[in-house]
Each structure stands twice: as structure tokens, then as C-alpha cells.
């Protein structure tokens, strides 16, 4: 204490007393003040309408996240490996006489293609059609197996 008053003569000089106290009786009607005003609470509180964007602020948020992901993810790469993206977007089918053949045949049932074959087809005909028996055989053996041909050939 009396290094104190050395260092601090002024502080030393204040009394220690707690500065804070409570109202007289103010325990007393505590119980009855705090029910009347929790009471006049629960009066002013506006009650929650049903509306249409307290449902839909979920599905928004999730909106907002998604684009926000994709902004995050698809914008950098795209400023990064442009060249990548391009060849994914812009796929150009290159068209020509077999393509267009192949994608013909693959159209066909196994039963419409087995009526086709059986029909009589002259030689001028095939060759006005652009395809030859060679290639007819080239695409059956490469699209359907043995087994499916013998089962085909015995009915």
C-alpha cells in the first residue's frame, strides 16, 4: 500500500467502494413488472405472413450459389485454356457418302435391313443406291455377330 501511494498518490487517495448498486426494493415487484412487459411484447410483435418469398428465399439461395459456382469455375477457364473450350462447344460432323451410308444403316431394324436384303435388286440399281455387296458384308460383320446372323438366316 505504500508503494502505492509513492507511485500513484492520486489513485491511492480513492475510496474502494463497487460504484454500481441496485434500486431500493427493486426485487420486490420484479416478477410483475417483467410479466407486463413480456406481455406487451408479444403485442407488438408482428406475426409472420405466409408469403411467397419466405418460401422461395431457399430456392433462390441455392440459384444464387449455383451461379455463383459457376461464375468461380467456367469465367477462369475460359480465360484460361480458351482453346480447349472452343473445340468442346463447336463439334462439326464431317459429312460425306459413307457417313451418310452408315447413318442410314444404323436407323435400320435387324428386321426392315433383313427385308431389304431379301428384296431383288438389280445390278444397276446397287450401284444407283452407293453401296456393293462388299460393303454391305463389311457392315454386317463389323455390327452383328455370327450367332445373331445364324439365328436371322434360320427363321
Not at 500513484?8 to 448498486?21: C, M, V
Amino acid at each position: 500500500m505504500n508503494k502505492l501511494r509513492k507511485i500513484a498518490p492520486r489513485l491511492s487517495k480513492i475510496k474502494k467502494e463497487n460504484p454500481f448498486g441496485v434500486p431500493n426494493n427493486y426485487f420486490d415487484d420484479f416478477s410483475a413488472r417483467l410479466a407486463v412487459k413480456l406481455e406487451a411484447e408479444k403485442k407488438t410483435l408482428p406475426q409472420p405472413k405466409n408469403t411467397v418469398i419466405r418460401y422461395l428465399k431457399p430456392v433462390l439461395g441455392l440459384a444464387a450459389s449455383f451461379a455463383l459456382i459457376f461464375m468461380l469455375v467456367y469465367w477462369p477457364l475460359k480465360s484460361f485454356l480458351p482453346q480447349y473450350l472452343a473445340e468442346s462447344e463447336t463439334y462439326i460432323e464431317s459429312t460425306n457418302e459413307d457417313d451418310t451410308f452408315l447413318s442410314i444403316l444404323e436407323r435400320l431394324d435387324e428386321t426392315l435391313f433383313f427385308v431389304v436384303l431379301s428384296e431383288p435388286v438389280s445390278v444397276n440399281e446397287t450401284e444407283e443406291a452407293g453401296f456393293l455387296d462388299d460393303e454391305l458384308m463389311g457392315y454386317l460383320s463389323a455390327n452383328i455377330s455370327d450367332y445373331e446372323l445364324y439365328l436371322q438366316t434360320e427363321n
